[in-house]
Structure formats: C-alpha cells, structure tokens
C-alpha cells in the first residue's frame, strides 16, 4: 500500500505560480513511476505530467508543456508540480498518483489539492 497526500493547492492570480507537492508513505517510493492529473468541475480527469521512478524521465499534457515542471526526491519520499504562468483554464483539483514501475496503470491516488487561478 502507498499513501499519497498532497499538498500547495491555493488561489492565484493568472500569470502567478504555485508549487504542489505529494508525500508518499507505505512502500518504497523509488518502486514508483509518479504522476500528476486533473480535474475540473464536469470534466473527466485527464493526464497533467508523469515522471519515472529515477527522475531521469518526464512527460507532460501539451496543455502545461514550457509551463510546468515535475520533479521528485526520492530521498523525501516526495513529488513536485512546479507550475508557472498559470491560466484560468488551470483550475481544477490536482491528484497525484503511483503506479508501479513494471505496470502503466496508476494503483495509488491522492485525495486532491485544489488550484482557483482567478483572471
């Protein structure tokens, strides 16, 4: 079992920046491809960035590319979204997740943070 809890989730102006971060506990954090997704009210969930177990590989949804930036410290059982130039359209309720290094399926889900970006 891995839990997940996140955190950084706010109110910002569009154009401003926010910083979430996802701590992990129950299991061994470096077994765990990491992600981040959203989603805004009456919209499905959809993908935001992903980040292997190493930190040596990320990706990201087009719509946050140049924008936001995943990170990880595997000492610190903890992942980052560092999000820059923010636009309204960025409000929603961000997860993280894990997902095991051998599966693309993500087991493991956060409760949310939720990010306003007011305009």
């Known amino acids: 079992q891995v839990q997940l809890v996140e955190s950084g989730g706010g109110l910002v102006q569009a154009g401003g920046s926010l910083r979430l971060a996802c701590a992990a506990s129950g299991h061994t954090f470096s077994s765990y491809g990491m992600g981040w997704f959203r989603q805004a009210p009456a919209k499905e969930r959809e993908f935001v960035a992903a980040i292997s177990w190493s930190g040596g590989s990320a990706h990201y949804a087009d719509s946050v590319k140049g924008r936001f930036t995943i990170s990880r410290d595997n000492a610190k059982n903890t992942v980052y979204l560092q999000m820059n130039s923010l636009k309204p359209e960025d409000t929603a309720v961000y997860y993280c997740?894990?997902?095991?290094?051998?599966?693309?399926?993500?087991?493991?889900w956060g409760q949310g943070t939720q990010v306003t970006v007011s305009s």
């Open positions: 997740a894990a997902r095991p290094t051998s599966s693309s399926v993500y087991t493991y």
